[in-house]
């Protein structure tokens, strides 16, 4: 992550440099774009929140404090969007229900597409909390400290939020004859 | 047997690479006395490998051209080039370089009847702005695009005898775009953009062509004096290669 560009590209995009944005866009839409995906299993949401990503970034250009990397605060803007999209739209038992049924028998070879759907059904069983490490750790690959930096919550706390995370991954994947 | 918890914490952080050189030798000696510790050890690891291998999704091919299109930022105003310069610095082959005249353009302009009726060979009539983006003129048909080099939609509308072609384009890079209607008695009738400068169009008899680049929202003219049926088919070219081609129909008029 070189920072100090995005800190440049941001400077360049608050005085109306479109350039830098579509730089900035080519550099994070994609890890935005799967970050919301694997919190709301939908890719039609997952554009939505896409959308009113780089819609606040551009509204709060000004806000953005340069003594914080730009990737934390993109990447909570894209988790709080997300977990605010599961909220207003009072989907979250909905998806938990809808995912339910996925569960693939223990017969079933558990091939790489499998595990992958079947890790991604587990994954919406988990509370949005625990959901935001697990992504922020294995899809956006942060460290602790990153992780920290992202939910503005302890280091310890991130370790024993993605601790946890993982052991009811773990517990539902069992359940599931996936793991 | 219990596992301490230090050890949970111990057998995340060398999964994770972020155990240091004193944790990592207490977990090794650990690992090396607990069967039930290499067990836990395994079992994590495997989860963290499928978690690391779920794999990344590419995000629809238009979404970069919506969220460009989305963006608000605006560009610091550029020195105003003097008149003359304005009327010659047209590109060539016939191209007429569209700039914002003032010639308010809107909708409300159309509404009131206030189109020449001329016909144009040569598009030396309505060139202008866009003041407002929301037509209130039927819709008639809409197709959208969504290549690497252009996305978006082209919608036909029509008030009374005027046909519109509404274009709400992003083009990666220059593109051009043949508008044909095959009907003689049906002639281009003018032009209109949102306030920019980077589209160009040139109209020959039963054809106009635009070029441009970024981000677009613009409208085609045309008169269909007697509001029969009428077919526009577009062509999308970059780099000289046709990328798509689409057609939009009006029904005849009751």
Redesign the interface.
Known sequence: MSEPDDIKLMER?S????HA??LL??RY??PV??AA??MLNS?DD??DV??TV??KV??HLDQYDPKYRFFSWIYRITLNESINWLKKANRLDALEGDTADTASGPEQEAS?EQ??EG??AALMTISPDYRAV?VL???LGC??QEISEVLEIPENKV?SR??TA?QL??ET?IARGL? | MTIDPKYFELIQADIDSEIDDVGKTELENFLAESEEGRAVYEELETLCRSLDSMPSVDPPQHLRHVLLNQAPIKAPPQPEPGFLERIFSGPALGYVGVFAAGVALTLALVDSGQISQGAFDEVTGLVGTIADTKFSAPEHGSISIDESEVAGTVTLRSQGPLLIVDFDLSARQPVEIVAGYSDKSIWFNGFAQLESSGTSIASETGAVTLKMDGKRRYAVYLNNPRMRSATVDLQFMADNQVIHEAQLSFPEAD
Not at chain 1, 15 to 18: A, F, S, Y
């Open positions: 995009c005085k109306g440099d479109r944005f579509e866009l080519a839409e994609k774009f799967n995906y694997r890719p997952a554009r896409t959308q780089f819609l551009y509204e790489n595990l992958s890790m991604q697990i750790k294995h899809l460290s602790y370790k993605l601790y993982r991954l773990q994947l793991h």
